[in-house]
């Protein structure tokens, strides 16, 4: 997905790992004290999920169709192999990009529907200038209104009921579970822990490669950590020791 205000899936907004706790679904009755999770619980349901590489299209800004990983972001996955806490099960979006992630990770990973990508419809493959070009009105209410479907696709709201009701189906799912997915859904996933209006969604920069933890005591989820991202190689120093671009 290409997310609102014009972002790309690739676009580098580097979050700092963060502990954000708050209620999945209703928010406490005013001056109810905060009640944390179980401790003989607190180890109950946890949920890493990973953004799926990034791919030359999406790389220029163009709504995600389903191509390969770019060569770059298979030699960052390989080089975290083997560095993943041990899971109770390991899905994946159906995309040829989330499954190669989820390769390139050493990861034997279940294919689930339920963590696909939107579906970006007509939109497919063309970037965002050459849309608004040639349909601004439909540019111009998907950008306002989530539930705006005018390119024959997935609505963010679509997106976002179909998130919850993977969170939903996971917190009832003890141990520990990895899923190679997209930055749509996972945004959508954090908004639905936090209980945030998706006009925050355009807010979150989601980096290809990129860890987010979610927790559960088996009731409600917590956001543990996000935007916790793969090691980068250095860059070459030049002739005069400045780093190469």
Wanted: a positive charge; proline letters at 7%.
């Amino acid at each position: 997905m290409v997310p609102l205000a014009r972002r790309s899936d690739t676009q580098i907004g580097h979050v700092s790992p963060a502990v954000l706790i708050a209620p999945a679904r209703k928010a406490a009755p005013a001056g109810a004290a905060f009640q944390p999770l179980q401790r003989r619980h607190a180890m109950l349901v946890r949920l890493t999920m990973i953004c799926a590489g990034a791919t030359a299209a999406t790389r220029k800004g163009r709504f995600p169709s389903d191509e390969p990983l770019e060569p770059r972001s298979l030699t960052l996955a390989k080089a975290v192999r083997g560095t993943l806490r041990r899971a109770d099960r390991v899905w994946t979006a159906p995309a040829l990009r989330a499954c190669q992630t989820a390769e390139a990770l050493s990861l034997n990973a279940t294919v689930d529907p339920m963590l696909a990508d939107q579906n970006n419809g007509r939109w497919a493959g063309k970037s965002f200038e050459e849309v608004q070009a040639r349909q601004p009105e439909e540019i111009a209410a998907w950008l306002t209104d989530p539930n705006a479907v005018r390119h024959g696709g997935e609505s963010l709201a679509d997106v976002a009921r179909r998130t919850a009701g993977l969170m939903d189906r996971l917190i009832a799912e003890r141990g520990h579970t990895i899923a190679v997915t997209h930055a749509s859904v996972i945004r959508a996933a954090i908004l639905h822990v936090l209980g945030a209006p998706l006009a925050a969604s355009s807010k979150i920069d989601v980096e290809p490669l990129s860890i987010t933890d979610f927790r559960s005591d088996g009731r409600r989820w917590v956001l543990r950590a996000c935007g916790v991202t793969v090691p980068k190689p250095a860059k070459p120093l030049g002739p005069k020791g400045v780093h190469g671009t």
